[in-house]
């Protein structure tokens, strides 16, 4: 925005704009104002509206499930904080396996492509399925085949082909130039990727990996299908005890309070990475 | 002969209108979805001995022959009986039902009551123990003192969890699964050593889906506040409900009910009771 110089009158051109901008605001607020009314009117007038607001909105159900969700919560936020790390770690080994050039070590390269293709082309629930019904049912002794051990190693598997991709796609914005360079330096390959083409590359992909985190704080509750009592199968029980969807729409919301200020923040470093490029 | 031949009209009349109304009683007409038809609903799938072989058409097992039991004292015909599928989440959503009445054991809570009807209830099940013989052969038994340590599960849409939290009370929180072969599987798994279910689909869980499977002991009906007591499950406000109701009572009286309990259900009276 520029604005006119302290004391100097308004050019023609700026007061030209502010009027403009004054008008558009004054549309978009009018037509959102006209959308939300309508919403709020319409809606209850459709016939069926009293019996969803009385299985979905209603306010004595929510009263009594949201603190037995909230408690369920807790769950989800912790197989998050223990999957997120060793996600971050087997993502990276597996993209570095993607990117080896010697070819003595082909055979990694096959395994990373493989790897990738196999866990991204399942469907997440159905790995956590095999995974954590599959294995134990080998015959583990406790507490080894314990669901949250193996639901979560589903989890880390299959969300580590995601970020080793985005972090691939990282390494390979790195210009072919720059390990040229590092190389004429006496760098080794092991050193390039340390020191030269890592720290660049993950610091790109920081955004894409945001998003893939957000996703995860969401798969989370698929770990319910295999006995977890988190915070979708909590909902789940209070409306099979109640005949009431409203506990799901209270699940909804702690979900949203989570996602949409971690998805603000990836909208912003995004931004950022824009501003400085 | 003019009182006469005016009561053979009379009687004439009747039976021909009774013939035009074809199926359902005087209290059902009009309030079926389709008229002269009985829609009845049921579980996808539909696990004996509630349903023999997946086929509530058959009107064998029990809450099949139930069904067909109350359809014929509401007037229906065996044919005019017909039969769709629905998950628990399908038959409470708000709107319009697709089934005159639904029956997959639901429990009648008074919380559900709140949104949708119930009939009076056609059956009242004990709680029953599925474990296996290898965790018995560990030292589960069956007293209240040696279920608190083990690890539980159960069918989370289902009133085994309070059940068991006020029965039981066990001493870690229960793993809960989405349906009956998932919480087979956790058994199965290890993850497990113990679940609650009502009586007859214990006893079938352990005799055909759990390998090494057994009922090890039973809680009466009566051993709870509130006992598990299973109704046909209709719209909120269903017109049908006195009809359904009237039906039940009549089946209950005549004892045609224990009948079919006895029928199907029998085995349900041999599994030991839990102290």
Known sequence: MSLPPQGAAPTRRAIYESRLRRRSNLIAAGSTAVIVAAIILLVPLAPGWEAVKKSFFNGSVFARTFPGLLEAFLLDIAIFAWCAPLIAVLGLAIALCRDVRNPVLFPLRAFGALYTDIFRGLPVILVIYLVGFGIPGLGLPRPWNSPYIWGSLALIVVYAAYVAEVIRSGIDSIHQSQRAAAQSLGLSEADTMRYVILPQALRNVVPANMNLFIALQKDVALLSFIGPVEIFRQAGVYKSLMANFTPYVGAALIFLAVTIPATRYADYLMARQRGQR | ?275
Request: net charge negative.
């Open chain 2, 1 to 275: 002969m003019k009182p006469l031949s005016l009561a053979l009209a009379a009687g004439l009349f009747a039976s021909v209108s009774g013939a035009a109304l074809a199926a359902g009683n005087a209290c059902t007409a009009g309030k079926t979805l389709t008229d002269g038809k009985l829609t009845v609903a049921t579980g996808n799938p539909a696990y004996y001995p509630w349903v023999a072989d997946d086929k509530p058409e058959s009107g064998k097992g029990f809450e099949s022959a139930v069904a067909y039991a109350i359809a014929a004292e509401m007037g229906f015909a065996p044919g005019d009986v017909q039969w769709v599928r629905t998950s628990f989440d399908e038959a409470i959503q708000p709107g319009a039902k697709n089934f005159d009445f639904n029956m997959q054991q639901f429990s009648i809570t008074p919380e559900r009551e709140e949104m949708v009807d119930f009939s009076l209830p056609y059956y009242t099940s004990a709680m029953a123990v599925l474990t296996t013989n290898a965790a018995v052969s560990n030292g589960v038994e069956p007293t209240v003192d040696s279920l608190k340590g083990v690890i539980w599960g159960a069918d989370a849409n289902t009133t085994a969890v309070p059940m068991l939290m006020e029965i039981v009370g066990p001493d870690r929180d229960p793993m809960l699964y989405g349906d009956n072969a998932d919480v087979t599987a956790a058994i199965q798994a290890g993850q497990i050593d113990a679940a609650l279910f009502d009586l007859p689909t214990a006893l079938y869980l352990a005799a055909v889906l759990v390998e090494d499977g057994t009922v090890l002991g039973q809680f009466p009906a009566d051993r709870s506040d509130n006992p598990d007591q299973f109704g046909l499950l209709m719209e909120e406000g269903s017109a049908l409900k006195p009809c359904v109701d009237a039906a039940i009572t009549a089946l209950t009286d005549s004892g045609k009910l224990a009948e079919i309990e006895a029928q199907w259900l029998q085995e349900a009276t041999g599994v030991p009771v839990i102290d």
